[in-house]
């Protein structure tokens, strides 16, 4: 069992790895440096670790562990499958449910009782970032199913999977390079509500921690 101390150090560790996997494993992908499976990988891992860190309950922990045995053995199984479509789809089904995995066991340890610390801030800071994953995993199944989601030179390569976290991040921050557009009216709309929930959480609930953590107060129920 984690005390309290150590689940909020934790957060720490976790946005470190989720750091690493967005900013640069992500980009290396891209490149070709390494196969995309290892990128599937390195993120289910880091969902592992990060409830095996932040989770109460040692049974939760063995169960995302197993969870996560079982995704990559079926991810190295279905490499050898034909039917491309179908594979992509359920990695992305795959890494959303452990993006979700991360985003409940840092909210559990981020918004508990007791005093804001500088680590949930990291927790809230872990939280927006994974909003920008499961968009980008929403994005991914829109352009697998959905015909001219996008438009823009970056989304008409080979490559335009590997670009949606791009895409995700720079509507999340309503940076808006323009480089992709969203075209079909579903994606217009998972578009439209990404930004805003990028302007509200930073606005709001973030802002509010770190409020907290400078006053030295509790988090409100």
Do not use: K
């Amino acid at each position: 069992m984690h005390t309290g101390g150590s689940r909020e150090v934790g957060l720490g560790v976790v946005l470190a790895l989720q750091a690493l996997i967005m900013f640069i494993l992500v980009p290396l992908a891209a490149m070709h440096v390494f196969s995309p499976l290892l990128l599937d990988i390195s993120r289910m891992a880091l969902a592992a670790a990060a409830v095996m860190l932040l989770a109460r309950s040692r049974l939760v922990s063995a169960a995302i562990t197993a969870t996560f045995m079982v995704s990559v053995v079926l991810s190295l199984s279905f490499q050898s499958s034909s039917a491309a479509q179908t594979l992509a789809l359920e990695r992305c089904a795959a890494l959303t449910a452990f993006d979700l995995a991360i985003a409940w066991a840092v909210a559990t340890v981020a918004f508990g009782q007791g005093r804001v610390s500088a680590y949930r801030v990291m927790g809230a800071v872990i939280l927006y970032l994974s909003i920008a994953l499961v968009f980008a995993n929403a994005y991914r199944a829109c352009a697998l199913l959905l015909n001219s989601a996008f438009a823009g030179p970056a989304a008409n390569g080979a490559d335009f999977l590997n670009h949606t976290l791009y895409f995700s991040l720079s509507t999340l921050t309503t940076t808006g390079y323009g480089d992709i557009t969203p075209v079909h009216p579903l994606v217009r709309s998972l578009a439209n509500l990404e930004a805003v929930i990028g302007q509200l959480f930073p606005a709001t609930l973030l802002a509010r921690l770190v409020t907290l953590h400078a006053a030295g107060e509790a988090p409100r129920p």
